[in-house]
């Protein structure tokens, strides 16, 4: 399993930006997709997720009402939009993916089993 996330740069307070992981190697379509992001010093942390195929979605309280995740299972892309952001978004972004399918949206990073190289993000104020 591969995953490829792309799209991270740098964005001025309140501005938007969306992220993509496109993944390859097994049926997209029954996994669910997570993102995670990562601040230097800090643990990483669980920003929103997606389930498989049906697509319903969880996020972190404090991106609620501002980023937005869905996927493509066509493409085997799933996208994080993220809108209003702030300086504290800034962040590498992590795309990810567990080892069994069809199961629940977990916030846990111990839950998933294959990682994006990550994108950065940083907001300016």
């Known amino acids: 399993v591969q995953l490829q996330a792309s799209g991270g740069g740098l964005v001025q307070a309140g501005g938007s930006l969306r992220l993509s992981c496109a993944a390859s190697g097994r049926t997209f379509s029954n996994y669910v997709m997570g993102w995670f992001r990562q601040v230097p010093g800090k643990e990483r942390e669980f920003v929103a997720g997606?389930?498989?195929?049906?697509?319903?979605?969880y996020y972190t309280d404090s991106v609620k009402g501002r980023f937005t995740v869905s996927r493509d299972n066509a493409k085997n892309t799933v996208y994080l939009q993220m809108n209003s952001l702030k300086p504290e978004d800034t962040a590498v972004y992590y795309c990810a993916t567990p080892r069994m399918a069809l199961g629940p949206i977990r916030v846990g990073v111990n839950e998933y089993h294959y990682w994006g190289q990550g994108t950065e993000l940083t907001v300016s104020s």
């Open positions: 997606i389930a498989w195929i049906h697509g319903s979605t």
